[in-house]
């Protein structure tokens, strides 16, 4: 990659990190990571681990906790082009300075994330939600996910403002006190009394190499529990609610098929021949909305109730079915 005179010489010196509020508690390598932009994660644990990092002119390992007001010196490291250097497009930023804002105050910010956006730049995604917000949102010191959302999966996302209420927020999420409830078009006729599915996930193994996940033998994968509730009916789809209580990778989506009614437009777990139906018209997403959050302030502690509307499709799919 081409770089300029001045910006290999930046690249190249000694330089200086402040430690402000935001980054308060934070771990040095965590700390590192999100500053330096481009840098691989073995390239920061080695300078750690070879002294070349220094907290307030002393010696510190991957673990240190910062402090506000600490000053991080890092060496002379070249970093290439990230996620984080591409501009986020007019479309995007409008988005995420307008409508998708669901709630925000000191402490959180809940977005409406649209199906499609990767939650992270990687894996050939030049630039995810939490680099777009950090480019359009400048002034904030600090942004970082509560949580995720797989690319196609739409909705309700948590974002923590400060260290304090990331630690917060997620001791909640451990603790099973933070509710995130689902809507979701699958295929078939959901029978109303069927209000949970409680089967073990784990890894499938993949030739391809991508993220899979399947229903375990029994003694085997992690325990996994999903709530749902029917809302509606169209022709041979069900609108349904799901609550995950426990937090597995795909997991609304792999109970969902093992209950015998895949989500539509689901890639990997879905019935190809009815997505590639709806395709035709025109509807071609994954019917995942992160629909409803539930959460305790990080700072009050009252209650926090926040709601993100489905986008246009989600009627399309109606008007079709039916």
Known sequence: MFMSTAAATDA???RYLDVTAGADGQRLDNFLITQLKGAPKTLVYRIIRKGEVRVNKKRAKADTRLQAGDQVRVPPIRLTEKAADTPVGNSLRELLLGEAVCF????????????GLAVHGGSGVRVGLIEALRQVRPELDFLELVHRLD???????????SRKALNILQDQLRGKKMGKFYQAWVI???????????APIDRASSPSGERLMRIAAEGEGKRSLTRFRVLKRAGNLTLIEAEPVTGRTHQIRVHARFAGFPLLGDPKYGDE????????????????????????????????QVEANADTSWKQVEQQAG
């Open 104 to 115: 925000e105050n000191d402490a959180v910010l809940v977005l409406n994330k649209p199906a």
């Open 273 to 304: 021949a009815t997505n590639e139906r709806f395709r035709k018209t025109g509807i071609s997403r994954m019917f995942l909305h992160a629909r409803r959050l539930v959460f305790n302030d990080p700072m009050t502690g009252e209650p926090v």
């Open 151 to 161: 690319k196609d999966t739409s909705g309700c996302i948590l974002l923590a403002k």
């Open 188 to 198: 078939g006729q959901w029978p109303v009394e069927l209000r949970e599915v409680n």
């Open 12 to 14: 190249l010196s000694v």
